[in-house]
């Protein structure tokens, strides 16, 4: 009986715990949830009027908040690889751009449901999976990379091949999907936005899971050193390919999503540009915390939109120079380097003067040297 109510009262502690932890992430969606009616009593119209989809700032900025769902779910299968399992892909684009034509070809050209589409995206994403796992147990590093790499170039060069361009646009791209009509984002924009919100936070909370699971804690050691988890006797390859398996089926629903709400899939969203967009918004956010590919996301999505309305063309250099102060002085992100309390700006400015101090005394002898 003393044994009962003790494992009751742990688990009840344990419950307690993870919702005190996901306190601040709660109120986030509560906030999400709610914006869409702040942001229409905001812009002078009832209530009724986000109902109705009716245009307007609030229509506009669910809009924005859709992309920003859609690229923080891609980031987020991203950090899964990289940040947790330390797997480096060049070809997590692959992912995402085959849930992305597949879907919109699904639709489009042979008239499958969506709910038989999802079907078959989550299949692709277990073949795609299966296919980039061919090669872990043979290479890592950087020479899984630049292999991954190559297997998403084949992928980027025959979706835009003469032979499929009746499904696949070639280099146009994919075009005149019509979504559902219960879930077009034209006619039912909020609707739409609740999806994308909820299947943000499902994938959040559920990668949460994935990470303090058994498996997860597996990933985690393979990260820091994988030679001490095969020596412990974990057969590293089913734990990677368990990583990859959740990655690639979270990043093709996410081109699901994307081709639901564009009225055009382009070959980009499958190439090299791409995958290093996932990479930049987990070195933004911060690698391996998860929350940091959320936060990344919107920060990737929010600066290039007001940088690009503000400088046109100019804001691609406005942007860069963000993205590098951002390297130099989070060093581990943004949430990264919250957790560890240190914002490294004096650690950044130090390196930063020693190396300008370097290169002057270099410069100084260069030329004493010269003199003689």
Request: with cysteine; proline share 3%.
């Amino acid at each position: 009986m003393n044994q009962a109510t003790t494992s009751a009262s742990a688990r009840q502690n344990t419950v307690g715990a993870r919702f005190k932890k996901n306190v601040p992430m709660l109120l986030v969606i509560a906030f999400l949830a709610a914006l869409p009616f702040i942001m229409t009593l905001l812009d002078g119209q009832p209530l009724s009027g986000v109902l109705a989809n009716q245009p307007g700032q609030s229509k506009f900025y669910q809009g924005l908040l859709i992309e920003i769902f859609i690229l923080a779910v891609y980031a987020l299968s991203y950090d899964l690889l990289l940040g947790i399992t330390g797997l480096l892909s060049f070809g997590h684009a692959m992912f995402y751009g085959v849930g992305a034509y597949l879907t919109g070809i699904l639709l489009k050209s042979f008239g499958l449901s969506l709910w038989a589409t999802l079907g078959w995206v989550v299949v692709a994403g277990i073949v795609q999976a299966l296919l980039f796992s061919i090669v872990l147990p043979r290479v890592k590093g950087i020479t899984f990379a630049l292999v991954t790499l190559g297997m998403a170039q084949v992928f980027y060069i025959i979706i835009q091949s003469r032979e499929l361009v009746k499904y696949a646009g070639a280099e146009i791209g994919l075009q005149g999907v019509i979504p559902p009509d219960f879930i077009n984002p034209a006619s039912q924009r909020l609707r739409f936005y609740f999806v994308a919100l909820t299947f943000l936070f499902l994938v959040y909370f559920f990668y949460q899971r994935f990470v303090n699971s058994p498996t997860g804690r597996v990933c985690i050691a393979i990260r820091e050193n994988e030679n001490r988890a095969i020596m412990l006797g974990y057969n590293t390859f089913y734990f990677k390919l368990a990583a990859l398996i959740v990655s690639s089926i979270t990043a093709a629903l996410a081109g699901t999503l994307h081709t639901l709400y564009y009225p055009l899939v382009r070959p980009e969203v499958a190439g090299l540009g791409f995958t290093i967009a996932a990479l930049l918004m987990i070195l933004i956010g911060g690698i391996g915390t998860l929350t940091g590919a959320l936060i990344g996301a919107a920060t990737f999505r929010l600066l290039s939109f007001f940088l690009e309305h503000r400088f046109g063309a100019t804001s691609q250099l406005l942007i860069g120079t963000v993205y590098i102060a951002i390297v130099l002085f989070l060093p581990y992100g943004i949430v990264g380097t919250w957790r560890m309390h240190s914002f490294g700006f004096k650690e950044a400015w130090r390196r930063r003067l020693k190396s300008f101090s370097n290169q002057a005394e270099a410069l100084l002898k260069r030329g004493g040297d010269g003199g003689k």
